[in-house]
């Protein structure tokens, strides 16, 4: 049907240029700006409702007493005959942590940069000759290194470890993989204990940091007890809870669950259509529906927060099929990640699957040259004090001095555009199914925004909906420790992810909107568990947690983004107090 029925689809071009004219003028902006602004604010605020009055409970429960840490003491994992088969308990009082109170964790962070590294021994050795150690064996992969699937720089970082736990994790296969290659020998009872008292020093220097950074955040110190730490009996518990996980059969989703979630993006899909439809019909029949929508911003406010959430909900559907959990074929699921992503989203779905394996396997670490987890890796503000020393350029000094103003305005009016054009053209491998598919995006979106006589507003409207995504994706690691790659990659993996994730705290009937993010530990400790089986999962995960004295925090929403706002202007300060913006003389 043509655009207001005056000539086909190829109007919206016109349309375009006729609603750019309109857009310059100030006084039309401002009527354009307010409603947007309203609708924001108003979302926001429904959010911050929905996940923070789950149970009146919360607000007595945000602490622990003695009696609280002793019963936790006594709290036991999945028992070993037992198939996991409980549901997560929401009724049941859940204690919520504010995401950052006004003295901020960046402050405290030490410049951990320039530290010396201990050196392990036996890593040293290890790694000269190309070997990592799997199940109590030294297998040599230095000739496979180049060939890795999920890149070079993750093996390279791991030479001389014992990969045991995190090549199971990230694997789907592991023992099918590991069936055919033969070790090199035998490690020796020394080199098994050398590794793991590294391990043991490492998650020490982590629980260091963690304290003197992340232990700022309002209630945190309630859930960190590292005096009932014991490395061995958690690293036991951990592959304990993995076999379980995999025997129940969490990493193999439903046929089921894969439709629903499909139709759930066509239907935002749709709605958006309908919606430009019927303010569109205004102008050849009246009524009282299509006049309300088409004679006030709802016009593209409703069109554009519909199409808002089908890229939104497409996201996450990319990201299921990148981790390749959405069917069992490794070539399907790139192909429906190339859908849902490059096609549906608008972000090239190969892109985002080398990035993503890497900010798994390395995530919020850095070197001395530099960012290791490229999808945490911001080139505008600095998230962090021990990133500080990498940013040199003037532009960077300059806006760091205001990074707590403009990093939400960035956000809904660039971030869009940004990871568009990002993902295309930073690609490190040309692939022409990625053009096919941006091409096809194009033509999508022409089609649709063709339906309506304001393609510019809706598509803004879209924009500022998808930045909901952005945050929702920062927010689970971005007041988190930043950690020397060299140690971490010592340390235990699982120790690792836990202490710079956390959860979102939302009610049942909103988690569809958080794809998964709202459970967030039981993502990064098992990446190949389908988030399906998220909600029976993440009680696990809180006991293991518990019992082995480890942080589990859950965060709202809206105290979430005001924790990352409050961090920025607390690493703005830190940033001036090294002789870096132009607020150094009143920071320094």
């Known amino acids: 049907q043509a655009m207001t029925n005056a000539g086909g689809g190829s109007n919206v071009v016109t349309a375009i240029f006729q609603e750019y004219s309109q857009l310059i003028s100030i006084d039309h902006s401002f009527k354009i700006a307010t409603p947007l602004l309203l609708c924001g604010v108003t979302f926001l605020w429904w959010a911050h409702n929905g996940s923070s009055g789950v149970d009146s409970a919360n607000e007595d429960s945000s602490s622990l007493n003695e009696a609280d840490v002793q019963s936790l003491q006594r709290t036991e994992g999945p028992s070993d005959d037992s198939v996991i088969d409980d549901e997560y308990d929401d009724n049941k009082s859940q204690q919520s942590c504010s995401s950052l109170s006004s003295s901020s964790?960046?402050?405290?962070?030490?410049?951990t940069i320039h530290k010396p590294i201990i050196k392990c021994p036996t890593r040293e050795k290890a790694r000269a000759q190309g070997l990592v150690l799997y199940d109590k064996h030294w297998y040599n992969v230095s000739k496979f290194i180049a060939h890795h699937p999920g890149g070079s720089e993750i093996l390279e970082q791991h030479?001389?470890?014992?990969?045991?736990?995190?090549?199971?994790?990230?694997?789907?296969?592991?023992?099918?993989?590991?069936?055919?290659?033969?070790p090199v020998r035998g490690a020796t009872e020394e080199e098994m204990e050398d590794l793991l008292q590294r391990r043991f020093d490492v998650s020490q220097e982590m629980f260091d940091e963690y304290e003197e950074g992340v232990m700022t955040i309002s209630h945190a110190a309630a859930y960190f007890r590292r005096d009932r730490f014991v490395l061995e009996a958690f690293e036991k518990d951990c592959a304990k809870l993995y076999e379980d996980f995999t025997k129940a059969g969490y990493n193999n989703p439903t046929l089921f669950w894969l439709v629903q979630k499909t139709a759930l993006v066509l239907m935002f899909l749709f709605l958006s259509v309908f919606c430009m439809k019927l303010a569109a019909s205004d102008e050849q029949q009246s009524s009282s529906m299509s006049s309300i929508i088409a004679t006030t911003p709802l016009s593209y406010i409703l069109p554009g927060i519909f199409l808002g959430l089908f890229w939104h909900q497409s996201g996450f559907l990319m990201h299921d099929a990148e981790h390749h959990n959405l069917v069992g074929?490794?070539?399907?699921?790139?192909?429906?990640?190339?859908?849902?992503?490059?096609?549906?989203?608008?972000?090239?779905?190969?892109?985002?699957?080398?990035?993503?394996?890497?900010?798994?396997a390395m995530l919020q670490a850095f070197d001395e040259n530099g960012f290791k987890d490229p999808q945490m890796k911001e080139d505008i503000w600095v998230q962090n004090a021990n990133l500080i020393p990498f940013y040199g350029q003037e532009m960077i000094h300059f806006l760091a001095n205001f990074q707590h103003i403009l990093f939400i305005p960035i956000i809904f009016f660039a971030g869009r555009i940004g990871i568009v054009v990002d993902s295309t053209l930073t690609e490190r491998k040309f692939r022409p199914w990625t053009i096919l598919g941006n091409v096809f995006h194009v033509l999508l979106h022409y089609a649709v925004l063709s339906q309506t006589s304001t393609p510019?507003?809706?598509y803004m409207a879209a924009a500022c909906q998808f930045a909901v995504l952005s945050l929702q994706l920062l927010g689970n690691h971005h007041i988190k420790p930043w950690n020397n790659i060299h140690s971490a990659s010592e340390g235990n993996f699982s120790v690792w992810q836990i202490l710079c994730t956390q959860d979102f705290d939302t009610p049942v009937w909103f988690r569809w909107f958080y794809g998964g993010l709202n459970f967030h530990?039981?993502?990064?400790?098992f990446p190949t568990i389908s988030r399906e089986y998220f909600p029976i999962t993440t009680p696990h995960v809180r006991r293991l947690c518990e019992k082995h004295g480890l942080p589990f925090i859950e965060v709202g929403f809206v105290e979430c983004v005001t924790g990352m706002v409050t961090n920025m202007n607390e690493v703005k300060k830190e940033f001036a107090k090294h002789g870096a913006g132009t607020l150094s003389l009143v920071y320094g």
């Open 521 to 525: 530990y039981s993502h990064h400790l």
């Open 159 to 182: 030479l001389g470890t014992d990969i045991t736990h995190v090549f199971h994790v990230m694997h789907r296969n592991p023992k099918q993989i590991m069936k055919y290659r033969k």
């Open 329 to 360: 074929n490794e070539l399907i699921n790139d192909i429906l990640g190339w859908l849902y992503g490059t096609v549906f989203l608008g972000v090239n779905g190969a892109w985002w699957r080398e990035e993503h394996r890497e900010h798994h």
């Open 456 to 458: 510019i507003r809706v």
């Open 105 to 111: 964790a960046a402050a405290a962070y030490p410049n």
